[in-house]
């Protein structure tokens, strides 16, 4: 059963046994992978309404508005389903250029060297600054 008010698109979406659906977040500008989070039916739907990316926090169990601790909101400029219906693509301009908690511009920082995760992104901010963990 949908939702009143938020239309057959939201039918359209193949969610998982939790409700969810992956999100993968790139910058629309450079096509960078900033990010891959989880959406449900309500964080879509807020998404596409307030024209800012809203998550499905699985660790906290609730909605997350990206940027609502951090200031680094991520403005939407597209979404997209793909052809399997179970995955959801954001085209965003990512405020402040840091999508990561830890104060890089893409959570995508780790290469794969040998045998062993290399961090090859520069931290832009320091996470404690951006949290107010500093004091």
């Known amino acids: 059963m949908s939702k009143k008010g938020t239309g057959g698109w ?3 979406v193949r969610w998982n046994g939790e409700g969810l659906v992956p999100v993968v977040t790139q910058d ?7 990010t891959q989070a989880w959406m449900n ?3 879509l739907a807020l998404t596409a309404a307030e024209g800012r990316a809203v998550y499905w926090s699985r660790s906290r169990r609730r909605l997350w508005r990206k940027g ?3 200031g680094y ?3 939407v400029v ?3 389903l793909d ?4 995955s959801i693509l954001l085209r ?3 405020d402040g250029g840091i999508a990561c908690h830890t104060g890089r511009e893409s959570c995508f920082y780790l290469r794969l060297e040998g045998d062993r995760w290399q961090a090859v992104d520069p931290v832009l901010k320091d996470p404690g600054r951006i949290y107010g963990e500093d004091g």
């Open 41 to 43: 039916r309500e964080a």
């Open 78 to 80: 597209e979404i997209r």
């Open 73 to 75: 909101v991520q403005r």
């Open 92 to 94: 965003v301009n990512q």
């Open 68 to 70: 609502e601790e951090s």
């Open 83 to 86: 052809c399997d219906g179970d």
């Open 28 to 34: 629309a500008s450079s096509g960078r992978l900033l």
């Open 10 to 12: 939201l039918d359209q």
